[in-house]
């Protein structure tokens, strides 16, 4: 038994020694200064500006437009978490990531199986696709993002693919498997989120796999980024997820990732490079970053999913 300790006592230092090596070679530090909590609101419950659950974010000009999950609704705030309006209650089943294209606001409706289109004011105007895992068939959308010519692309859940449709709803092609869940041989695994840069390249929160991948306008893997070896990490370590939920480009081109387990926001270039990493960590609830935004002065909104509330933070100096 002495001898089986002692073995082990061996293998958690040998472990310890290479985690150490890791963080010091591997890790890229902080390039920007701190980002700074400003303040917080909403709260757990059913009455104007409160949340049960939000799960999306995004922002248009002055205006934060949140998915508020549980309360089935869509509620719009002004920069400074005033409360303006809300809508959607009798359309929405379980409201995802959301993004604003042309002066209307796309949901990936998620128990829906369906993306439903609204204007900014409210008005329900159509919904794209329906349940299944045929060609523009959805199960379980968790994000959606809209090009300069209206295509669409959206994330399967369960169907581990993204999509790419026509603004009809009709079919162009598809990146990961149908129903197939990996790591490798150009397998998703439960992608979460998408997100469009201004030229055109898409990126991919591949929840359960830990990573970004970046794909081309040709449709072509340009970079990933996230590990090692597209596993769960735990902790502090700059550049590594522990499943992604919400991936947004913000006005500058910098791409920010939800880090859900981990509880932070990390962000980096277009190009994959660590810049910077803040969120809220506490020995209460967990899960306090599933879906972030960027607003045109800097400012980054943050759902947090286990408090019920937005966080906004801004720049350090």
């Excluded at 530090?29 to 709260?43: D, F, N, R």
């Excluded at 506490?282 to 045109?296: K, L, M, Q, R, Y």
Aim: cysteine-free; charged content about 20%.
């Amino acid at each position: 038994m002495k001898k089986v300790l002692k073995t082990i006592q061996w293998l958690l230092f040998i472990v310890f020694i290479i985690m150490g090596a890791i963080y010091f070679f591997w890790m890229p530090s902080t390039q920007e200064p701190a980002y700074v909590l400003e303040k917080t609101w909403g709260g757990k419950g059913h009455a104007a500006g409160q949340f049960n659950e939000p799960t999306g974010i995004t922002v248009k000009d002055s205006e934060v437009f949140v998915s508020d999950g549980r309360n089935h609704r869509i509620q719009v705030f002004d920069l400074n978490g005033t409360m303006l309006r809300q809508f959607g209650m009798d359309d929405l089943e379980r409201p995802m990531n959301l993004t604003i294209a042309k002066d209307e606001l796309y949901v990936a409706d998620y128990f829906a199986d369906q993306i439903k289109v609204f204007s900014l004011q409210g008005d329900y105007r159509r919904s794209i696709g329906k349940p299944g895992t045929g060609p523009g068939e959805f199960s379980i959308p968790g994000g959606i993002a809209v090009a300069e010519n209206g295509d669409l692309y959206v994330p399967g859940f369960t169907t581990q693919r993204i999509q790419q449709l026509r603004a009809d709803g009709s079919f162009v092609r598809q990146w990961g498997i149908t129903g197939k869940a990996g790591t490798f041989s150009e397998k998703l695994r439960y992608p979460t989120d998408v997100a469009l840069s201004k030229d055109g390249t898409l990126f991919i929160a591949d929840g359960y796999n830990d990573r970004v991948l970046a794909i081309g306008s040709d449709g072509q893997l340009l970079n990933k980024w996230g590990g090692p070896f597209a596993i769960n990490i735990f902790g502090p370590f700059n550049g590594w997820f522990a499943t992604i939920t919400g991936i947004s480009v913000g006005p500058g081109g910098h791409v920010f990732v939800a880090d859900f387990y981990n509880d932070r926001v990390q962000k980096f270039t277009r190009d994959g490079v660590f810049l910077n990493a803040f969120g809220i960590k506490s020995t209460g609830p967990t899960h306090t970053s599933i879906a972030v935004a960027e607003a045109d002065d800097g400012s980054v909104f943050v759902a947090d999913y286990a408090n019920h509330q937005i966080q906004k933070w801004h720049p350090g100096k």
